[in-house]
């Protein structure tokens, strides 16, 4: 039974960073792409960031420059590094890994993350 895992998420303020983790489990296979996603009230989820099992990685326009995805493949881990921070960057964050046999897709439960101004 696949179980994805959040951490770090928190309260800081305007400017500051923070750095998200989720470990994955309960699975013999690979993970392909893994990626964070986020939804802040009112809002549709979004995609964040993403980053593939080679390394290639994809962000959201709004996080470009701030925001660094990484992964561990040997920890089956994957990393976000928020940097400058804005109050706009307030979301529950969602980790996201997918899979090489269906369903393919798991989620993680979400981690709150609150930027102040």
């Known amino acids: 039974q696949v179980q994805l895992v959040e951490s770090g998420g928190g309260l800081v303020q305007a400017g500051g960073s923070l750095r998200l983790s989720c470990a994955a489990s309960?699975?013999?296979?690979?993970?392909?792409?893994m990626g964070w996603y986020r939804q802040a009230p009112g809002k549709q989820r979004e995609l964040v960031a993403v980053i593939s099992r080679g390394g290639s990685t994809n962000y959201a326009d709004s996080v470009k420059g701030r925001f660094t995805i990484s992964r561990d493949n040997a920890k089956n881990t994957v990393y976000l590094q928020m940097n400058s921070l804005k109050p706009e960057d307030t979301a529950v964050y969602y980790c996201?890994?997918?899979?090489?046999?269906?369903?393919?897709?798991?989620w993680g439960q979400g981690t709150q993350v609150t930027v102040s101004s």
């Open positions: 309960g699975s013999i296979f690979s993970i392909n792409a």
């Open positions: 996201y890994a997918q899979y090489p046999v269906t369903p393919y897709d798991y």
